[in-house]
């Protein structure tokens, strides 16, 4: 079966600190693979997505980046934190054959103080 | 663009009564649509989803959806909910050319009182 995984689940940082967030997919190949990030009353904001590796598709201009260096990793990173990365980071995963649904990670609560 | 709207952003409701999330989405193209759940500090599962065919959609835990094409809506209800229901839930909209892209509406936090 398939597993989705994200690392770490907590992370305090301070302003203008490096982030680098993971997530990788067991169980399933050439997955498309997402970026969200949940702020506070704001529901789920699609942040990246890719289709396969090294193909990165940006959803909003922003202080971060992704990367996809290999066909089941996903990684959000940035190189200097603002007050306003904080959040709730979902990592997902959509297969082929999946009818639709997208598969979420556990998430990363991130605070950048 | 696809967009969804979530009427009311929380819902407080007694334990056993019936509860209906409200959800409308806008979008030129057909679409898929879901309902996911998310309990505090953990990530999302999905719920139900439409797809094709009946409008009326069940999923897990007795809740169900219905698909109204000519009011764009697709809202949730339980006949009876339970204190375990209290979460955030999550209507959301792709479309039918791969999924690559899944909308979420801000959400509805569901609070369920004894």
């Known amino acids: 079966s398939q597993t989705i995984h994200q690392w770490p689940a907590t992370l305090v940082q301070p302003v203008g600190s490096p982030l680098s967030l993971e997530c990788t997919v067991e169980g399933t190949s050439n997955p498309n693979l997402y970026w969200y990030r949940q702020a506070a009353g704001r529901g789920l904001q699609l942040l990246f997505y890719?289709?396969?590796?090294?193909?990165i598709s940006s959803e909003v201009p922003q202080n971060l980046s992704a990367s996809r260096p290999q066909d089941r990793q996903f990684i959000l990173s940035s190189k200097k934190l603002l007050l306003s990365d904080s959040g709730f980071y979902l990592c997902?995963?959509?297969?082929?054959?999946?009818?639709?649904?997208?598969?979420f990670g556990e998430g990363s609560r991130l605070t950048v103080l | 663009a696809q967009s969804v709207t979530q009427l009311d952003s929380q819902v407080p409701v007694f334990e056993e009564a019936p509860v209906e999330l409200r959800c409308n989405y806008s979008?030129?193209?057909?679409?898929?649509l879901f309902w996911y759940v998310q309990y505090p500090n953990q990530g999302l599962q999905l719920l139900l989803k439409y797809l094709s065919g009946s409008t009326l959609v069940k999923g897990i835990n007795g809740f169900e959806a219905e698909f109204n094409k000519s009011q764009t809506s697709f809202h949730l209800r339980k006949p009876s909910v339970h204190i375990s229901d209290t979460a955030e839930y999550f209507c959301a909209v792709s479309d039918k050319d791969g999924g690559f892209k899944t909308i979420f509406g801000a959400g509805t936090r569901l609070f369920v009182k004894a």
């Open positions: 997902a995963w959509w297969g082929q054959g999946n009818t639709g649904e997208l598969f």
């Open positions: 890719s289709v396969g590796i090294g193909q």
């Open positions: 979008s030129s193209v057909s679409v898929y």
